[in-house]
């Protein structure tokens, strides 16, 4: 997005290709920011966010929520899409317009067409919560990328290969990065390592992450 711009904006850092089909596009929710902190907030308000319990019986240091027509969810009985908030009762909130518009055009831009996303995971991390490597493989179609993005506190995001065994390189995610996955890169192992305390400005002492996905 900002290589060849006429004013190339000097405090984001440049684009970085991580693998064949996956790309940082740095910066590229800046514009965004305000609209999609108004949707959180929306969100939230009908769906909390909160800790799930993993099959393991270990409850996850990341809090999370949903919105779309299918949520991710985990508990006791393994991970799954569901279309109702186990909290609530009620179906999960709507994908606001103004989500489903940035990940598309997020999508496009790293090569992507047509993607239309029916989930949207939103994390909340508080310093030193983390996510260990895992692969995404809940999702029905893995022929559709993931696209995620990133605001609040920087995250030094773990991005291995396809074996769990294999070596793992480590790039920042800061405010406003977006990154999308696909093809050969989306059955990588992935994680987050323990989020330090660097307090945003916008933000505070939290990293918000936004993961869109096709889930059925
Ligand atoms: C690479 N979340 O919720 S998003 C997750 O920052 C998750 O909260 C992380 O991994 C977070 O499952 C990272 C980036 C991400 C998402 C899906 C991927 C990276 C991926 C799928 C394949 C490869
Ligand atoms: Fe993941």
């Known amino acids: ?3 060849g711009e006429l004013f190339p904006n000097p405090w984001v850092l440049p684009n970085e290709q ?6 940082v596009l740095r910066g590229c929710a800046l514009p965004h920011v305000a609209e999609i902190l108004v949707a959180v907030a929306a969100i939230e308000s009908a769906s909390p966010f909160r ?3 993993t099959p393991g019986g270990h409850t996850m240091s990341v809090a999370l929520t949903n919105c779309g027509a299918l949520g991710w969810t985990s508990d006791r009985q393994g991970y799954r899409y569901s279309a109702t908030d186990p909290l609530t009762g009620q179906a999960w909130p709507a994908m606001p317009a103004a989500l489903l518009r940035l990940a598309r055009e997020a999508a ?4 992507f067409g047509q993607f239309t996303p029916d989930a949207c995971l939103i994390n ?8 260990s490597l ?11 990328p993931i696209v995620s993005v990133s605001l609040g506190m920087p995250a030094t995001f773990l991005f291995g290969g396809r074996q769990r065994s294999d070596p793992v390189s480590k790039v920042t995610l800061v405010h406003g990065d977006v ?10 192992f992935h994680g987050v390592a323990p989020l330090k305390d660097k307090p945003h400005p916008l933000l505070g002492s939290q990293r918000i992450n936004l993961t869109f996905r096709k889930a059925a």
């Open 51 to 53: 800790h799930m319990l």
């Open 124 to 131: 909340r991390y508080a310093p030193g919560a983390r996510m």
């Open 108 to 111: 496009a831009q790293a090569g």
């Open 179 to 188: 990154a999308v996955w696909g093809a050969g890169d989306r059955l990588r």
């Open 134 to 144: 895992h692969q995404d493989r809940n999702e029905q179609d893995f022929s559709a």
């Open 18 to 23: 991580l693998g064949p089909h996956a790309w």
């Open 1 to 3: 997005m900002f290589t």
